[in-house]
């Protein structure tokens, strides 16, 4: 789809926070935060403009797994609206961003979720680790290599 320069509200850059992402999900957890994080490094790192940008996200395709798509589509502006973004089935999980023939695949670093505990709330403590991950620096988070 063509664009024209003069448009008011093409390729709005924002910075989304916490409640952002947790405004748009229905709830905060590790994936959205991991995959808006990998997101906005796609954006800042490989191509500022989301109509250029295509991205696709490996995982299960099931929850909690899936919701790495979410925070892909809100830090990086590939969408499932613009169809440039795509969910594939893997026992791995990671992303491909590809732009102007060059590709680059992100990684996430193993994580590992709060046991759970009896008569604990198990889904606060997720929400406080997934509010710990959105501070940490992208190399604590994931890893990336160019592919093309």
């Known amino acids: 789809m063509e664009h024209q320069a003069s448009c008011h509200y093409m390729n709005l850059d924002r910075t989304f926070t916490v409640e952002d992402l947790a405004a748009f999900h229905s709830h905060l957890g590790p994936y959205i935060v991991l995959g808006?994080?990998?997101?906005?490094?796609?954006?800042?790192?490989?191509?500022?403009?989301?109509?250029?940008l295509k991205a696709r996200v490996f995982c299960t395709t099931i929850p909690p797994q899936s919701c790495l798509a979410d925070g892909v589509q809100l830090g990086s502006g590939c969408t499932l609206g613009k169809r440039n973004i795509e969910l594939i089935r893997s026992d791995d999980v990671y992303c491909e961003f590809e732009s102007d023939?060059?590709?680059v695949r992100v990684v996430p670093a193993p994580f590992f979720l709060p046991?759970?505990?009896e008569n604990d709330d198990y889904e606060r403590q997720i929400e406080e680790y997934a509010e710990k991950m959105y501070y940490l620096p992208d190399s604590d988070l994931f890893s990336v290599e160019r592919l093309a």
Do not use: H, L, M, N
């Open 36 to 52: 808006y994080r990998i997101g906005r490094f796609a954006r800042e790192q490989i191509c500022k403009d989301p109509f250029s």
């Open 101 to 103: 023939g060059k590709t």
């Open 115 to 117: 046991p759970r505990v």
